[in-house]
């Protein structure tokens, strides 16, 4: 059985990138790796009505939804190897502040894959992060949907650093450098899966 590693952050992170590089060091060295940066991708394209005619509960529950088909489809491919995520639900509950929402979920009963390697990225200056996300050739659904300025996304990086995640601040270091440290930590737990 594979291990499960997840890549979080907020937008312009470098959260797709880093988790690309670490996919490709885990198989360069041969641990079977499948890199899953896309999987929400797919709900992102509709969650342009989401955002646009439902309220915040009916938003969380989409991106619930979303997470637990995510968890259903790593379940299978951990089968053949290791797989690197790019977000999971930590993002979801980053992104839903629960002060905000009048439902209430269990986590627990949607039954997730549980990680086995979670890591934050952390850009500690803002006008990186925003220089990064305008440096995009294509933006992704989620950059043109997720509010970018002031107080909410103050909030948003609150939340992920309550949730006690290891964090790596990607402010100064290159995307390369981020994965070959994340290979380091990563490696030394893993077994090849051949």
């Known amino acids: 059985m594979g291990k499960l590693i997840v890549i979080e952050g907020m937008d312009g992170a470098g959260k797709s ?3 690309g590089l670490l996919s490709k060091l885990l198989n360069n060295r041969e641990y079977s790796t499948i890199n899953m940066s896309s999987v929400f991708e797919g709900f992102l394209t509709s969650a342009k ?3 646009d005619n439902c309220g915040v509960d009916a938003h969380y529950l989409y991106f619930l939804s979303s997470v637990k088909h995510c968890s259903d489809t790593i379940e299978k491919k951990l089968a053949h190897g290791n797989v690197v995520c790019d977000r999971y ?3 979801t509950i980053a992104y839903h502040p629960t002060s905000e929402l009048s439902v209430s979920v269990d986590i627990s009963t949607l039954e ?3 990680p086995d390697f979670t890591f934050y990225l952390s850009v500690s200056d803002e006008s990186i ?3 990064r996300l305008n440096n995009r050739a294509q933006r992704s659904v989620s950059d043109r949907l997720i509010k970018t ?3 909410y996304m103050d ?3 609150k939340a992920y650093e309550e949730l006690g995640l290891v964090t790596i601040d990607c402010t100064t270091k290159t995307a390369q450098k981020i994965a070959e440290e994340l290979f380091v930590v990563v490696e030394a737990k893993l077994e090849k899966v051949i």
Do not use: P
Request: charged share 20%; net charge neutral.
């Open 17 to 19: 990138t880093v988790s």
């Open 49 to 51: 009505y989401v955002n």
């Open 89 to 91: 639900i930590y993002s």
């Open 112 to 114: 997730l894959v549980q």
């Open 129 to 131: 992060r925003q220089e």
């Open 149 to 151: 300025k002031g107080s």
């Open 155 to 157: 909030t948003v990086e």
